[in-house]
Nanobody, 118 residues
Framework: QVQLVESGGGLVQAGGSLRLSCEASGSLRSIIRLNTMGWYRQVPGQTRELVAV???????RYTESVEGRFSLSRDNAKNTVFLQMNSLKPEDTAVYYC?????????WGQGTQVTVSS
């Protein structure tokens, strides 16, 4: 089993920055088997969408709307991924979830609210 603990959400004005962190803990064997780890977001009434995800081969994928503004990085020693969000826009407002996948098992964090005021 893997637990994902998020931190770093909050309220920021448009144009500002926030940094989200997600630490994976639990079974080391399960953590090593994670194929992907990254961030998703969800607005009430809408489906959860991918924001940025890091794969085990080192590649990173971003949704088009955050390209050039958001940056995903990883600290392997701490089993933690970071999402640096710059030039935030009101449309980035959502609950951000850390997600990780190992084979057919999907893990989710509890979510952290990001609110961008205009």
């Amino acid at each position: 089993q893997v637990q994902l603990v998020e931190s770093g959400g909050g309220l920021v004005q448009a144009g500002g920055s926030l940094r989200l962190s997600c630490e994976a803990s639990g079974s080391l064997r399960s953590i090593i088997r994670l194929n992907t780890m990254g961030w998703y977001r969800q607005v009430p009434g809408q489906t959860r969408e991918l924001v940025a995800v890091l794969s085990s081969d080192g590649s990173t994928r971003y949704t088009e709307s955050v390209e050039g503004r958001f940056s995903l990085s990883r600290d392997n020693a701490k089993n933690t991924v970071f999402l640096q969000m710059n030039s935030l826009k009101p449309e980035d407002t959502a609950v951000y979830y850390c997600g990780a996948q190992a084979s057919s098992v999907q893990y989710w964090g509890q979510g952290t609210q990001v609110t961008v005021s205009s």
